[in-house]
């Protein structure tokens, strides 16, 4: 049987020095990793923008002209809209209005396709959610169905099920069987 | 009244083809009904005579790809002898038009693409119809099931899309000329690629249909359509990623993928019929999955008549533009019938599909397989969910809503990557259910080098959490990275597991025996193989959170950093061609002070002066396998007349075009028959082999035949 797992009792008589020394190090190296990962998520939240307004905002918008490119990435010659739209990106950014108030300017004036995601909420939000929902409940109900099956699975008679079922002609039990020397090393 | 021998030639082949595959359709069928217990006992008729029915609708089936083939023909011609008389020749092709590129006109707009359409089609269906023999009645089943399929696309190209339509009014003097945009070599191979892999999905959901209909007792369809569907397969990812090279290289905006609905509907058939390929694999093996495996290649059959509704029809706007008409309600009513035909036969044969297994434990290869699929499904989902959003948003609020690059990128780069770590897991997991004893032996080296990326990584500078903006891109290439990392080490641990079996057999050395083993199963190992340029793409793919771009007016003797690179401005010269007017700069590029190569991003503007003045980007590239320096001329600055340059440079993005080349590798090795051993020689099986020491590898190749699989 199994031992449960003890900690060492720092002030206890029977503990040796060396185990003493090895609870403190585990102790401080469990707490050295919680406050690191503690440190990691505070920067992640925390650190500012390297990029610009401009790079980040432009990065968000499509060209108006309907060419399906980014707005920043748009290189028609002779675009009718991006170098207009540029230009407005530019004073919007000087004008120092947020990344919100501006995406809600563009997309005022241009219309919501100028946003290259949808952000304003109600119905747009369904866009989201969808393939997320889908691929949550894909994953669980894989494990559902799994777990189903494993229950309703007969006692193990020690032989492959596919082995004692009696509908399966010898050709096909001899391509199976090939197709498992094939599938197997 | 003027005559148009070729037009008119090409017309009637067409027609002919027509004719005749509605002839393989209705006479396939009736012999098929004929020669059925039910048919013999309802007709009275003897089976022989309803074999020649079947074999006389097999050979209209053969016929139909001549007349076809003889229509692209006539069309090919007329682009050759610049007969303008032929609207669509006007429209695609002028006298100045390079050769390859006049052939090339076959598909480059909406008839001829069509017509390319069908003759695939019906030269798949050749090939079916020839080799008939590896099993007669199935193989009558797809026949006449890809007959239906052609009378839908001949329908069209006589009907609703004419290639040979002749315009009206004087013969003009030249043609508009092919789209400046697909004036480049990729282009000559890239939609013929991708026609192949979208056309080549008809042949196994018409043997999946086929089988489904005759209920076609065990696995032998899934065998028999194998290779079918691995060369199609590989077909379309050939096509899709030549496609991605493509707008790399000529579209000038530096990506390679824009979720444009174009490249949208070629990645939906992929996704499904990646799954596909995976899927089946249970079914052979275990028997199971059979609903799943019919209903997937039914839906990446109609996923690829999806995608062409949805470019064709003008329902979702695309950049592809050049391929839109009004032909949509035919694609609505031939996906709807062709639905309505798979469900009806699923509803009527569905007992047929009973699993002889289920899955036995969540840690098994079979659930893999399973979280596997509905990974690329999910997927699939999602890239059909952003294409269609923007229809469904106007239908809900009135108004569009664009879904762009930020949307996909953000929904599935997680599943990219979750499919990424299944593709590491997968192999590693046993059949039917694996041991805590096996888990442990089978991961722990995987896992440790995934751990031991990702900490390399973060050591030498990939740390999420100062890369600002670019936080998230930076911790989804740090994973990527590291599964990366842990899923080649599983490839490799899988390969060296097998070579130590074989070495030990055989006395070869480690590599040879690597070898031998991937020979004996080439399937099992090309498809590691598969994997392995599967992690090279996402290598190449992750490299692209650590672009870089700058962007500046330059003349004579100026200057620009990116990265290691200084490029230095030699000169812009202005320049007129027949054919467009040019602007080019020449750069010097230097890695610190040692001079690398010239080179010289261009603006074209093609046909100057005239109504279709057409623009185009020619890329400058220095490309290396840590980096693509890329060079843009980006136009003049209407101020100061000066040229802007924009540089950008790519990390890993040649990884990419290499894991495809990989893929394309493993895929052939897949393809090729096993070696398998004969019976093991008397004396060794007499157990005299056993009491000699280390046999011979020389000797040892003796005993290995090439054996062809059905």
Redesign the interface.
């Known amino acids: 049987m199994r031992k449960a797992f003890q900690f060492p009792v720092a002030n206890s008589g029977s503990a040796s020095p060396g185990m003493v020394f090895r609870a403190k190090r585990g102790a401080i190296f469990w707490a050295k990793s919680v406050q690191s990962v503690l440190l990691?998520a505070i920067?992640?939240t925390m650190?500012?923008?390297?990029?610009s307004q401009y790079e980040?905002v432009g990065?968000?918008l499509?060209c108006a002209c309907?060419?399906?490119?980014?707005l920043l990435?748009?290189?028609?010659?002779?675009c009718p809209d991006s170098?207009g739209m540029i230009r407005e990106l530019h004073a919007q950014v000087a004008s120092g209005a947020s990344d919100k108030a501006i995406l809600a300017w563009f997309a005022t004036k241009y219309?919501?396709?100028?946003?290259?995601?949808?952000i304003?909420g109600?119905?747009?939000d369904v866009?989201?959610i969808?393939?997320?929902g889908?691929?949550v409940a894909?994953?669980a109900?894989?494990?559902v169905?799994?777990?189903i099956?494993?229950r309703?699975?007969p006692a193990s008679t020690g032989y492959?099920?596919?082995e004692i079922?009696t509908n399966?002609?010898p050709?096909?039990a001899a391509?199976?069987d090939?197709?498992?020397r094939?599938?197997?090393? | 009244m003027q005559s148009h021998p070729m037009p008119e030639f090409g017309s009637f082949c067409l027609l002919l083809g027509l004719i005749l595959s509605i002839y393989t359709l209705a006479a396939g069928a009736l012999a098929l009904w004929g020669s059925s217990a039910n048919g013999l006992r309802l007709t009275g008729r003897p089976q022989a005579l309803w074999n020649r029915l079947g074999e006389t609708a097999r050979r209209a089936g053969i016929a139909t790809f001549i007349c076809v083939a003889l229509a692209a023909f006539a069309l090919v011609w007329a682009a050759f002898t610049n007969d303008f008389s032929v609207e669509y020749i006007r429209e695609h092709s002028n006298i100045a038009l390079n050769p390859w590129y006049k052939f090339a006109a076959l598909w480059s707009g909406q008839e001829g693409s069509l017509l390319l359409w069908a003759l695939l089609l019906t030269g798949y269906g050749l090939v079916l119809r020839v080799r008939h023999r590896v099993d007669v009645r199935l193989t009558a089943f797809a026949s006449t099931i890809l007959a239906g399929i052609q009378v839908f696309f001949l329908l069209l190209l006589c009907v609703g899309a004419p290639p040979f339509s002749i315009a009206p009014g004087a013969v003009p003097a030249d043609g508009n000329g092919l789209n400046v945009l697909l004036r480049y070599p990729e282009m000559v191979m890239h939609p013929p690629l991708l026609y192949l892999g979208y056309v080549g999905f008809s042949v196994p959901f018409a043997f999946a249909l086929g089988a489904l209909m005759m209920r076609y007792p065990g696995e032998k369809w899934i065998h028999i359509t194998r290779r079918w569907t691995m060369v199609t397969w590989l077909f379309l990812t050939c096509g899709i990623f030549m496609g991605a090279h493509w707008a790399y290289s000529v579209l000038g905006w530096g990506g390679y993928w824009g979720w444009d609905p174009v490249e949208n509907a070629s990645l939906m058939p992929w996704l499904t019929g990646t799954a596909f390929l995976h899927s089946v694999m249970m079914q052979e093996k275990r028997g199971m999955m059979k609903n799943w495996n019919v209903w997937l290649i039914f839906s990446t059959f109609l996923l690829t008549i999806l995608g062409t509704l949805l470019t064709r029809s003008g329902a979702v706007q695309s950049v592809h533009a050049f391929a839109q008409s009004d032909i949509g309600i035919w694609f609505y009513t031939f996906i709807t019938i062709a639905f309505a035909v798979c469900l009806f036969t699923f509803f009527l044969q569905r007992d047929h599909l009973k699993s002889d297994n289920k899955l036995e434990s969540l840690v098994s290869r079979e659930s893999s397989f399973l979280f596997n699929n509905l990974i690329l499904l999910v997927a699939c989902f999602t890239v059909l969910w952003g294409t269609l959003f923007p229809v469904l948003s106007e239908y809900v609020q009135g108004d569009k809503t664009t879904l762009g690059a930020p949307f996909y990128n953000r929904v599935n780069l997680p599943i990219g990557l979750f499919l990424l770590f299944l593709t590491g897991i997968g192999p590693l997991l046993a059949w039917r259910s694996t041991s805590m004893r096996s888990l442990r032996r089978n991961f722990i080296l995987p896992t440790v080098a995934t751990l031991a990326a990702a900490i390399g990584l973060m050591i030498s500078g990939i740390r999420p959490w100062s890369a600002g903006d670019d936080m998230e891109s930076t911790f989804f290439s740090l994973v990527a990275f590291s599964l990366a990392a842990g899923v080649t080490t599983g490839i490799v641990e899988e390969f060296l597991r097998g070579a130590r079996v074989v070495k030990a057999q055989t006395g070869k050395n480690l590599f040879a025996s690597a070898v031998l083993l991937t020979r004996r199963n080439t399937r099992r190992y090309g498809g590691y193989i598969i994997h392995f340029g599967v992690v090279v793409i996402f290598i190449g793919i992750a490299g692209g959170a650590f672009n870089r771009s700058v962007q500046s007016e330059m003349s004579y003797g100026d200057q620009m950093n990116i990265g290691p690179y200084r490029l230095v401005c030699q000169s812009i010269t202005q320049d007129s061609t027949p054919e467009y007017d040019t602007d080019y700069a020449l750069l010097d590029v230097y890695r610190g002070n040692k001079f690398i190569k010239q080179l010289a991003p261009e603006r074209r503007i093609y046909f100057p002066g005239t109504d279709h003045e057409q623009p185009a980007t020619m890329v400058a590239l220095h490309e290396t396998a840590r980096s693509d320096l890329y060079v843009v001329f980006d136009g003049r600055d209407p101020n100061t007349g000066k040229p802007e340059i924009r540089a950008q440079l790519h990390p890993l993005i040649a990884w990419i075009w290499i894991g495809v080349v990989i893929v394309v590798f493993g895929t052939a090795i897949a393809l090729v028959p096993n070696l398998q051993r004969t019976a093991v020689r008397p004396e060794r099986e007499e157990g005299v082999g056993a009491t000699r020491p280390a046999t011979p590898a020389v000797e040892n190749d003796g005993v290995l035949v090439k054996a062809r699989h059905a």
Not at chain 1, 47 to 51: D, F, I, N, P
Not at chain 1, 66 to 70: A, I, P, T, V
Not at chain 1, 111 to 118: D, E, F, R, S, Y
């Open positions: 990691v920067a992640v650190l500012g923008a390297v990029h980040r990065g968000q499509m309907g060419c399906g490119q980014m990435e748009c290189n028609h010659l002779g170098p219309g919501a396709t100028v946003l290259a995601a949808p304003r109600g119905f747009d866009a989201w969808m393939p997320f889908i691929f894909a994953i109900g894989t494990f169905i799994v777990w099956w494993k309703r699975q492959p099920p596919a079922a399966i002609s050709h096909e391509l199976r090939r197709i498992r094939e599938t197997e090393y």
